[in-house]
């Protein structure tokens, strides 16, 4: 298994088909196995009909000959394997996404024979019946186990023998933590430092939110780049609107204190003019009213020194239960 397109919703398979059927027409004298290499000789010879019901495409090794191997037994048992390469089709649900766990199987199916005259069945020791590469490793999701089952269906023409090898994944988080979380965390305590600078740099703050902005738009746009359009929320796309968000208070928090210090200024500047009709009580009033929108904007920066780390902390640990801890398939669940 390899090359898994989330916005495709697929992956591709190397396999080797195994059959093994009796058919007494084929019982010989001799006591070894009769060995078929000669596509001749193949195609003159019963074989079962399976093919697979998932995939989107499917072809024979042929380099440097069509990959099989026929071994016919003296008592008529025929042994078959051959190599195909596969793209089966894999319902993705992205509710966790990229804390997500995926279901993907490939199902096999006898096209023209009914049931009455084939049925398919894994081998007898059913643990033994899928078998993987050990020295194959996916780069994103890997398989956590698998699992043989059946699936017979009925059609129009009849019931018709089915089998399903069931693949449980689990994907792969460290590629997301290094590209995604981290930047993004990053960018998102960089838009803090505004309210550690000092007053006379308040304008450079808005230019940080907003660069900070336009960064997180980037990183989102990169992230999202190879999903496929689902009509539910994902994992990835609250944590991106929870940055966005939190990045945009900060910026809303910079313009009530720069409109604080603004009106203080104001306020200060108009008392200390000279007017006669300026009493002192009235000029000290308005110093006072000055100071008052001055504090209201430390008391906001010294607020959010500490708010803003405990409120990211307590979303990090909502993040991570929910999206950990909680159905894979949530999302879809609610919308039925």
Not at 36 to 45: F, S
Not at 107 to 123: D, G, H, L, N
Not at 310 to 324: E, K, P, Q
């Amino acid at each position: 298994m390899s090359n898994f397109q989330t916005s495709t919703m697929d992956y591709d398979m190397d396999i080797y088909l195994m059959m093994a059927w009796r058919d007494a027409r084929l019982v010989n004298p001799y006591e070894k196995p009769i060995l078929v290499k000669e596509e001749e000789i193949l195609e003159k010879i019963w074989r079962p009909d399976p093919f697979f019901a998932n995939a989107k495409e499917a072809e024979f090794h042929e380099v440097s000959f069509l990959n099989f191997l026929m071994r016919i037994f003296p008592d008529g048992l025929v042994l078959y394997e051959t190599r195909i390469k596969l793209r089966p089709a894999c319902n993705l649900i992205l509710c966790k996404y990229p804390h997500d766990k995926q279901t993907c199987e490939l199902q096999i199916k006898s096209f023209a024979y009914p049931i009455e005259t084939v049925r398919f069945e894994w081998f007898t020791r059913k643990k033994d019946a899928i078998d993987k590469n050990p020295d194959v490793k996916l780069p994103e999701l890997y398989i956590d186990r698998y699992e043989p089952r059946s699936c017979n269906r009925t059609r129009k023409s009849g019931e018709f023998s089915c089998l399903r090898a069931v693949f449980r994944l689990k994907r792969d988080v460290g590629f997301h933590v290094a590209q995604t979380y981290i930047p993004t965390s990053l960018a998102l305590m960089f838009s803090w430092v505004g309210v550690w600078l000092p007053e006379e740099f308040m304008e450079g703050r808005i230019g940080v939110a907003i660069t900070v902005l336009l960064t997180l738009s980037t990183e989102s746009a990169g992230a999202r780049e190879h999903l496929p359009s689902v009509s539910y929320l994902k994992a990835i796309d609250l944590w991106f609107g929870f940055i966005t968000g939190f990045v945009f208070f900060t910026l809303l928090q910079t313009l009530f204190v720069i409109g604080f210090d603004k009106r203080a200024g104001q306020l200060r500047k108009w008392a200390m003019k000279k007017k006669a009709d300026v009493t002192e009580e009235l000029r000290d009033a308005i110093l006072t009213k000055a100071n008052r929108y001055h504090k209201t904007g430390r008391y906001l920066d010294n607020f959010c020194r500490v708010f803003y780390p405990l409120s990211f902390l307590l979303f990090l640990i909502m993040y991570y239960f929910v999206f950990t801890e909680g159905r894979q398939d949530d999302c879809i669940s609610r919308r039925d």
